[in-house]
Structure formats: C-alpha cells, structure tokens
C-alpha cells in the first residue's frame, strides 16, 4: 500500500493491517441479524441469510477478500452500471435527453415521480431510468445481452459470468411493477423496443451472478479515472468515469443516498440481492454481499462493513 | 500554491496562473446573458444584472477576486449552512429526528413532499428544512440573530455583516409559501417556536447581504476538514464538515443538484441572489455571484464559471 | 304526510308512521358505538358520546324529532353551506373562477391537491374552498360574521345561534394545517384578506353551535328549490338551489361521498362534530347527530339512521 | 307525453313540442366548432367531426330522433355501463372491494391516484376501475366477449351490435398507458387474469359501435328503476339501478362529473368518440353524439345539447 490516504493524515503502508482490519469488520458485521432477505421472488428468498462477503480491491493490484467472497450471487440494480455504460458508448449526449441525471426523492421504484415528469425518469440507477437504458440496449446493439456480457467478463476478467435462469424468469413472472414502468414511458414517446423484449434483456440483466471480487475487479477503473488498474486498458473517459461516480453519489444507494453520502462520502450502488459496490477515488473498490436488507432495500451488514471501513480508513471523498 | 490536485496530474503552482484562468472564465461569463433577476420581491428585481463576481479563496491563505467581488449582495439561501451550522451545534444528533438528509428530487419549495413525509423535510437545504433549523435556532438560542451574527463575522473576518432591512420585510410580505410549509410542519408537531417568529428569523437570515469575498473566506473550513485556514481554529470536527459537503453535494443547488454533481463535482450551494459557493476539499473554496438565474434558480454565470474553473483544474472530487 | 315519494310506489301518509320510524331506527343507532368523538381541540373531545339526536323536518310543515334533538352541538363543517350560499350572492357567477366545483377525491383537507391545481379549491365543500369562501365573506362583507348570523338565524327562525367561543379559540390554536392552506393559496393570489383575518372567520363559522332541528329548519328551502316552506320567503333561485344540492350530492360527505351517493343518494353534508344534514328534495330535510365519527370523518350513528331512513322510504334522488 | 316533471311545475304534454325542441337545441348545436375530434388512433381521428346526433327515449315509450341518430359511432367508455353491470351480476358486493365507489378528482386516467391507493381504483368509471371489471369479466365469464354483445343486443333490441375490428386493433396497439395501469394493479394483487387477454377484452369492448337511438334506448331501464320499458323486463334491481346512477352522478363525466351536477344535474357517460348517454329517472335517456371534443374529453356539442334539454325541462335530480 502506498496511497497517502487524501485528508486522513494517517498512512496505511501495511497489507497485513487492512486485512486484519477488513477481518475485524467481517467479525462484527456477522453479528448483525437485523433485515430481511428480498422475497419477492422464490429464487432470491432462498439464499442463505447468513453468508456475507467483503472484498477491497486496491489500485495497486491488491485484493483482500474476507467471509464468502467467491460465492456468486445475483447483482441484481449493480447491473444498472454495466447497462449505463453501454447506453452512454453508444448514445453518448444524447442519452440525457432520456433520462435524467438527478435523485429521485422517493422509492426506488416510484411511478409517480414518472408521471409528473412525462416518462422521463430522474436517473438510471433507478428502475424506471434502468429500463430506458435496457431500451437503448436493445435498440442499439445488435445482441444485447451478448454485448453485456461481454463487458462484464472483460472488466471482471473472469469468463464464466451468467445470468441465473430461474432467477431471469421468475423476475419476469413477477415482474408487474416494471413492465408498468416500461409501459408508462412507452406511452409518453419514451421506449422504442418492444417492452417485451425490453424487460426480457432487463430482468436477464438483474439476474446476472457474480462473486465478491468478481465485482470489487469489475468496478476498479471508477477509482482510476477509468482506466483498469490490472489490464492499464482505458475502459472509458476520465470525465465519463467522474459523471458516473457522480450519479452514484446522489443515487446509487435507493432512498438511503444521501444518508450514505452523509456517513459513508463515497459513490456506491447496492442491489437487492444484497450485494453492493463502493468506490474510493485514487485508492479502490469496496464490495460488500450479504443477503439481509434493511428497510431501504441496502443490505444490512453491508452498509455496516462498508461504512466502518470509509470511516476508520477516512475515505470519504468529501 | 502548494497543492498537487487530487487526480489531475498537472500541478498548479503559480497564483498568476490561477488569476489569469480566473480572468478568462470571468471575461467569458459576461458574454451570458441568459436567465432572469429574481423578482418575486422588489428588492432583489432592482439589482444590476449585469454585475458579476468570482472569487478563489485558497487553503494556503490566498484570495483571488475578479470582477465585483467586493458589493454586498443577498445570499439568500447560502445563509442556510449557517444555521445548519448552529442547529447541529446546538441539537447533535436529535436534530436529524425532524430533518433528513436525503435529496429532495422536487423543485426547492414543493409541499407535496413535505405532505407525504408527514413534517419531516428531506434536508437542510430545501426551505422547508431550513425553516426547521430556524425553529431549532429560535427555540434553543436566546437571540437567534445574533448567533447567526456572531458566527458569520467569526467566519468571515468581516464585523460589518448585516441583515438587509428591505429585504427582511419584503420578504416577510411575500412569503406566503413558506409561511404555508411552516404551518404545515408544526400541524405534524415538527415546529416548536411561534410561526411568525420563526419566519422572522429565517427571512431575516436570508436577507444577510455579503461579498463574494466575504463568502469565499467563510467557508473555506469546509474544505479543510472543518479548521479554518486562517485563523487556524476548528470550526467544526472533520467528520462535521465531512457531512455539510456531503449535504450539498447531493442537495445543495436545487433541483439541479445532480447535474451539478454530474458535470462539476463538488459541493456547492446557491442563493436566489445569484451567489454560489463551491467547496474543494483539501484546495479551496470559490465564489461566484451574478444575479441572472437560470430555470432552476441558480445564477446563469455562475454555473458557468465554476463549472469551467472546476473542469479546467480538475477538482471533481469523484 | 301528503307527498308521493318519488319512484317510491308506497306513499307515506301518517306522520304517526313516521315518527314511530325514525324511533326504530334512532333505537337501532343507540347500539352502535364504533368511531371516536374528533379530539384535535378539547373543546370537542369533551361532547358526551352517546348523545344521538335525528330530526325530520318535512315540507308541509311537519317536523319530527327523536332524541337529543334540542341539544347545542358544533356545526362544525355544515357552516360551509351558510358561507356558500353568501359567497355565491355577493361574487356571482365569479365565484366559480376562484373554486372549482369537481370532486375531490382525497381526504377533505389535502394540501396535494391545491399545489397541484395551483391554489384553485376543487370545491367548497372542502376547507381549502371554504377558506376562499371565506376570503370573499370577510373582504366583501363589512362585517362578515353579522352576515352569517343574519342568515342563519333567519333559516332557521332562531335568533339565539352564536358561535362557541372556546371551540373558536381552540380552533384558532390548533390550526395550523388550515393556515398552511390559507398562506399556501394566498401565494398562488387567490386570498384577498389578511390571512389571520380571514382564518379569525373561518374558524368562528366552524364554531357555531345548533341543534338538529335547527339544522334540518334552515335547509328545509334545499328541498323546496329555494323557498322556505314555512315563511314562504325565497332565499334562492331554483337553479342555485339545485347547484348547492349538486354539490352537497358529489362533494358532501368528505372522501365517502361517493359511497354516500351509492347507498343513500341525497345531497347531503357532515361536519366533524357529528352532525350531519341530508336534503330529499320534494320531501324535507333530515338531520342527524351523534358525536362519534367513523375512519372519514363522518359520525358512525348518523350515517346508519339517514341511510336507514333514506332507504325504507325510498328516497334516492336516482 | 304524461309526465309531470319533477320540481318542474310545468308539463310537458305534446311529443311535437318535444321534437321541436330537440331540432331548435340541435341546430344551435351545429353552429359549435369549438373542440378537437380524438386523434390517438388514426380509425378515431377519421370521423367527420360535423356529425351530429340527438335521440330522447321516454319511458312511455317514444323515441325522438334528431339529426345523425342512426349513424354508427365507437361507443368508447360508455360501454363501462354494460362491463359494470356484468361485473356486478357476477361478483356481487365483493366487487366493490376491488375497486372503490368515489369519484376520482383527477384526469380521467392518472397513474398516481392508483399508486396512492394500492391498486384499487377510485371508480369504475375510469379506466383502472374499467380495467378491474374488464378483469372479473375474463376470468369470471367463460366468453366475456359474447356476454358483453349479449346484454348489448338484449338491452337496445338490435343484433346488429359489433366492436369495430379496426378501431379494436389500433387501441391495442396505442394502449400503453391502459396496459400500464393493468400491469400496476397486478403488482398491487388486483388482476387475476393475464394482462394481455384482459386488455384485449378491455379495448374491444371500447371499440362496440352503436348509434344514439341504440344507446338511448339500451339505458332506459336505467332511468325505470331498472326495468326495461320496452320489454317490461326487469334487467337489475331497483337498488342496483340507483346505484349506477349515483357512480355516474359523481363520475361519469371524466373530471368534469362536478360541474355536469351542477349544471345539468343528472347521471350521465360520456365517450371520447363523442357520444354521452343521460339518464333522467322516472322520465326517459337522452343520447347525444358529435366527435369534436372539450378539453375534458366530453363532446363539445353534446354537452351544448344535453345541458339546454335538461335545463329547459327542468330535469335536473336535484
């Protein structure tokens, strides 16, 4: 470790120090019981409640991996950021014509904010901007899923990344809310694709599975200006990098964001499969996965591992 | 200038520099002549639009002003960290039982919101929240005005801040919604104090007339971790003024907020009047003021140039 | 009883029948002690729960009382019928340009609603229309609660009707949502009067106290198309008499207008006081009163005794 | 003509000055050009907006008929009469547990009341609340279709009855808000059948095309206490005649039911292919087509027509 951490003052020189703190942090966090697994569908209500996983990724090409970090799980809305960041390759300025880049203020999944705003949602990390980022998906590439995919296993460097089948399908079965979504904003002028095949790239999207470190490699360039500290490959633009960390801040965490700015100071983004992404800018990626949710939908001891280690680190970019 | 900015590679070494950039944002912004004069109130109608002020203030103790940096305007809704400043100060942690901290998503004054949330405003820097830390001001300081006084000319370096008289009243003339969103919280029990005494403090408190100067220096604590540069005492804990940025960050320019956030990347917070102050951690602080305000209420050249200045130096903290 | 009930088939010929009726069906409503007594001032808290009082007051001149007929009670919300009916003679046809006559379709006093309409009442039947009706009174009228006095004292032909002081006051502490209302639509510029004025006569009118068979007397001209039966006197044209009962059928009963439509179907209006007032036009006037209220704000007894009562004699206006 | 009027004090003696009055109110009708004919899909957007029809069916049996009365139009959502009355048939009372009896107080097809109240619609008079019936039709009748056309056929005595395929088509094709109100209420719990199926049935039903003498005379019974006139055949009770009445009193007339009441003053549909039916009890239906449309979504003409005929035989209920 060599990061002079900005405004902490203290050092962090030794590998050996954050593992045992990460330990530490794990130790505490599993006493937490409090939450509740997502139920929505059969599939996710399933898993273990007690698994819990912590991985810091640095940007000099460490990983500290605590608890069940090679587990996969399903990522659920941390998918919205490998969605966005096909949608802005592809659409670039134009993509904000479609979706707002401000929080939202209420549910994540609020129909009524949609309605005032004409089928134009507040941003794409929630569900209504998630989907028309899915529509440029489907309407731009020619293989949607294939091209998701495809950016994932190379961020993450793994290629053996899916998306859950049973998972897939019962998101679409039970999927009411969202194709409401999707119907609403076809109706103001704002979905081009058929909404079938729309939600059908979406819910394969939040069904994808990855593990702890999977997703703590994936999401290392946002702490790098955008550039992969492993392969040193520019995956986007310092300053698509920064807009991207910048939506994360404002609204990566469903209505808990400005609490999580408040006493975390950093940009992340959770899922209700109970996994979550925090990124320190010029130091690492955080990812957090245990399945228990607290009333905002953000996993219960994810939020305590995460903020704990933002504290005592002083990695608030603030 | 001592300071090597956090990500950008290049180093800012000489003020002549720094004034030089500032002078060309400066000479750029008055080309703008879009947005109108706040006029809900005859006294903010009457100012010269055309006047325009750009300030840095720096954590090595250097000021740069360029244009009006020295005529007293209304800050407005600025006045708003200060008595956040006092409220947390007085009231800890209790205080965010009666105001959250989570972006509003709405334009700056719905009471919808407000409605649904049943009192509680969604943060400080919305009127409705500002209106609760003037109860708590009102209620747990025996002269709430000169608290706020004291405090801002502590601050500023400056005895010769005031209220504007005209402004004060006026604004008690026409402030029938805000007067609305009080009555509105203490009909859910979140206001102690007598309404009209309590939006006498906060019309007054917005009616505080400042330069841009005066407001660049103010603030330049929170980009210290809560010590003022100058004077060299603590304001506030780092974790304290950790958590101000983080409100206005995610909060603090309106329903622009996340657009700010996207393409400047810094705390800020803007008035009416047409000030803005913008907070960099660990560098400084700007301040620009210029009365014509764009459709969400923040001054067209401001934006403008602390956007620019931001860009071209680099300081996202994302 | 001369009158052939309309569609009815069965006529009522003997007031004995009558009588003996409505004590069944006053008996039947002693035994039901659901709801709560309003408690937001102590001055109503404080009514004994069981009193139950039913009045008929026919057109040819008969009136029938059963119960607690002749006790005092706050009329609470059935004064907006009286403020109307001044309002209407003093602005006209320009009434309707400052309260809309529609539905409401929220609980009676959402502020949602007014926000989104831009400070234009859906009706006057709710307390943000009857505060502009109440803005016309106090601003038209040199003494606005003279006005009432006069008016109601002559329907009712009782010159002993005041207004209870200590409910006035207590109202007048308590509120606050009803002030929220009042500054919130004098910022969209639909109050003329100083807001505590004009609050000081709505809540006065709210505090006048009557008895059912007071109530029942003075809106026996609704049933009449707008002449008094017993005077003869003309208060209103047929055509505004018929609106009044337009609006009392759709906007009556606060959100269970509806289902007051769909099992009663008369015009009729309820105040939180427990009093309520149905019109049977042709017919008379039934007044009912028992001080428990159920989840909408309408007493729980009186409810059961007008439906009853509507219902054996058939007295749907559909 | 044997009627004597109700409150109306005059009688109505000759069918000839009936007829007479029809053609003097139809005529100033046709100098109305004031409205927009409904363009959201092409097959409605095509009618001849100049057509112009006026029919008045009394209970003794006469049928007057003036101008375009035999003309086919798309009934629109005058058919949730005869969905409504299915629905009612087959669920009984638990039907108003799936969708409320109060009118809505917002265009006639708002998302955010929905969300407000959990998925169960304000009325069956909106599109959710004809969505919600068009739901109990599918899953409760095994060929909803044919009993809808049967009742049709039935009530206005011509097998000639049939939904335009064109027009059916095309509203499926534009029908993403209705399938984004169906999708929202499954979420909710309150659709049993598959969305598709259900919409399909819903926007068929929409798509029935009847002339105005068919549709006056399908009403009738309506205006008798439930009792065909013509047939002498009891199609509901009493009771649940009046009921229907009392809904489309308070919600017939999309968000201008109110001001209907009030100046009309009795139980009406109107259609946005420009047809309404009136019903006027103990005396006969009045229905009126012409495609130009308010800014309500009711026929500009009709409302001319229906208004004058009510008010110059005094008709209102009230």
Redo the contacts between chains.
């Keep these: 470790m060599t990061r002079d951490l900005?405004?902490g003052g203290q050092q962090i020189h030794a590998p050996d120090d954050l593992k045992s703190l990460l330990e530490e942090i794990h130790q505490q966090a599993m006493k937490i019981t409090e939450g509740h697994v997502a139920d929505y569908i059969p599939a996710l209500a399933e898993v273990n409640p007690e698994l819990c996983g912590l991985t810091l990724a640095t940007l000099d090409g460490e990983v500290f991996n605590v608890g069940d970090t090679h587990e996969q799980f399903s990522i659920q809305s941390i998918s919205k950021i490998f969605g966005l960041m096909l949608a802005m390759e592809r659409l670039g300025e134009d993509l904000w014509d479609r979706v707002?880049?401000?929080?939202?203020?209420?549910a994540f999944n609020?129909?009524?904010?949609l309605?005032?705003e004409k089928g134009i949602p507040?941003?794409p990390m929630i569900n209504a901007g998630a989907i028309v980022v899915s529509d440029v998906l489907v309407s731009r590439y020619s293989a949607s899923k294939n091209a998701v995919l495809s950016l994932v296993r190379t961020l993450c460097g793994n290629d053996n990344v899916y998306a859950d089948n049973i998972v897939h399908q019962s998101e679409k079965e039970h999927g009411?809310?969202n194709?409401?979504?999707?119907?609403?904003m076809?109706?103001f002028g704002n979905i081009d694709a058929d909404?079938e095949e729309l939600l059908d790239h979406y819910f394969w999207q939040c069904a994808l599975t990855m593990s702890c470190e999977n997703l703590a490699r994936s999401f290392t360039f946002l702490a790098n200006?955008g550039v992969c500290p492993f392969s040193k490959k520019e995956i986007m633009s310092?300053r698509d990098?920064?807009?991207i960390?910048?939506?994360l801040?404002?609204?990566g965490m469903y209505?808990?964001?400005?609490?999580f700015?408040?006493?975390v100071?950093v940009?992340a983004k959770s899922g209700v499969g109970g996994g979550m992404i925090a990124v320190v800018?010029?130091f690492g990626v955080i990812c957090s996965w245990s399945p228990r949710l607290n009333s905002f939908g953000n996993s219960a001891r994810g939020m305590y591992m995460v903020r704990e280690l933002a504290n005592r680190l002083g990695l608030?970019?603030?």
């Design positions: 900005v405004s707002k880049m401000e929080p939202s203020g209420q609020s129909i009524v904010q309605e005032w507040r941003n009411h809310r194709a409401a979504l999707a119907h609403l076809k109706s909404v200006d310092k990098s920064q807009r960390n910048a939506l801040s404002t609204s209505d808990q964001s400005g609490e700015a408040f006493t100071g940009p800018p010029d608030s970019v603030y």
